[in-house]
């Protein structure tokens, strides 16, 4: 079986760093928010170009804290895409905030910007688009449309690390940019973690009294918060892969090159002129996906559906149960996801593009 991902192979090559990483911290004494994590918070807003960066205990609390310290909560609706991974909608949700979500283009299955305004009332506060797959959306559609009706922005970036738009890496064009470090994601540590980026030094602030309940100077605290933090252990961890991040995209952005040239028979998301994608995911479509799926794994290719079905279908998203939105329908009974890691050997990929174009005959 060719497996999706291959986390035993990506720590092997890693592991002599690891050992340091750990060794360091367990001698060190100090376990939760400490000087690996301060240092990790430095070195990851440097590699985005962005004046702060706050480390969190995951991806959906990045959105959430995000939310908060830009007082949005109880009351307040925040618009994102129908199609996503759920925990966006969770960071949103946890943060007192309605979701109201919007159809995607057909094209990317990114959020369709256009569709934003019509959703928009008294209540909207934000929109969070998500940099879906590691492609960027159109961050000019949408920060046009935030700026017209006072809205802030928070980007998803979890699955995008990496990934820019135009000159800027995803996650430094709206008000934050939030991140996950789960092990899948492209630049992943060995347990939860994520991270807030953003240029606003108020933002700033409340962030780093947000995720640790609110607390201001040692034992006051001026209002609520929760506790988010990120450990010494997961940010050495950190710290000890993002050189190598640049190159691990790189890596997905060949074997991505190689399925678009060699498979047969399926579409390809299109690739956007105004950004550079970090294939978190690589998506091929088809009419005849639940087949293509079977027929992958009998013939031992991992592949999965991300997602395979919109938001408004789900049964813990208890609104817009009655709209239609005709592309992520579509879409997400089309999609399937190809295994790309950069440990995916040639010999691996040339099977999988095989198997996949012989199933055309
Ligand atoms: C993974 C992911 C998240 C959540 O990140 P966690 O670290 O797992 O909490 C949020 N949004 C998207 C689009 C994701 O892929």
Same mark, same amino acid.
């Given at each position: 079986?060719? $497996? ?56 959906? @609390?990045? /959105?959430?804290?995000? *939310? ?5 909560? @109880?009351?307040?609706? +925040? /618009? ?11 960071? #949103? ?10 159809? +995607?283009?057909?094209? =990317? ?10 959703? #928009? ?31 802030? +922005?928070? @980007? ?69 918060? /929760? ?5 010494? *252990?997961?940010?050495? #961890?950190?710290?000890?892969?993002? $050189? ?21 028979? +399926? ?56 709209? #239609? ?7 997400? =009974? ?7 890691? $950069?440990?995916?050997? @040639? ?13 055309? *005959?």
């Amino acid at each position: 079986m060719i $497996p999706f991902n291959n986390f035993k192979l990506h720590y092997q090559d890693l592991k002599p760093g690891m050992d340091k990483a750990f060794t360091r911290v367990m001698d060190s004494g100090w376990y939760v928010l400490g000087k690996e994590v301060e240092a990790f918070e430095n070195e990851f807003a440097r590699y985005l170009n962005v004046k702060y960066c706050v480390g969190v205990a995951s991806g959906t @609390e990045a /959105i959430t804290l995000a *939310l908060m310290a830009n007082n949005i909560g @109880e009351g307040d609706e +925040v /618009i994102t895409t129908n199609v996503t991974a759920f925990p966006t909608i969770t960071g #949103i949700v946890q943060a007192g905030a309605k979701p109201v979500v919007v159809d +995607v283009f057909k094209e =990317s299955g990114l959020i369709d910007f256009t569709k934003i305004v019509s959703k #928009i009332n008294k209540k909207t506060k934000g929109i969070v688009p998500v940099h879906l797959y590691g492609q960027s959306c159109d961050m000019a559609g949408i920060m046009e449309v935030a700026k017209q009706h006072n809205l802030c +922005v928070i @980007e998803d970036c979890a699955q995008a690390t990496g990934a820019t738009y135009k000159n800027k890496k995803c996650g430094t064009i709206g008000n934050c940019g939030a991140f996950s470090f789960y092990p899948t994601k492209n630049l992943g540590a060995y347990g939860d973690a994520g991270a807030v980026a953003t240029n606003d030094e108020a933002t700033y602030n409340k962030l780093l009294s947000l995720r640790n309940y609110g607390q201001t100077e040692r034992y006051y605290h001026d209002f609520n918060g /929760i506790n988010s933090r990120l450990d010494e *252990l997961q940010a050495a #961890i950190l710290r000890e892969k993002l $050189p190598f991040l640049e190159h691990w995209n790189k890596k997905r952005g060949q074997i991505a090159s190689h399925y678009k040239e060699q498979l047969k028979g +399926v579409t390809f998301l299109k690739e956007n002129e105004y950004g550079q994608s970090v294939y978190h995911l690589f998506i091929i479509k088809t009419t005849d996906r639940d087949h293509l799926l079977k027929y992958l794994k009998a013939n031992g290719v991992a592949a999965l559906i991300h997602y395979p079905v919109p938001i408004h279908k789900q049964k813990a998203f208890l609104y817009q149960k009655d709209e #239609i939105f005709t592309e992520s329908e579509i879409f997400t =009974s089309n999609i399937l996801s190809l295994p790309i890691y $950069p440990e995916l050997s @040639e010999k691996d990929l040339q099977k999988i593009v095989t198997i996949i174009n012989e199933y055309e *005959l």
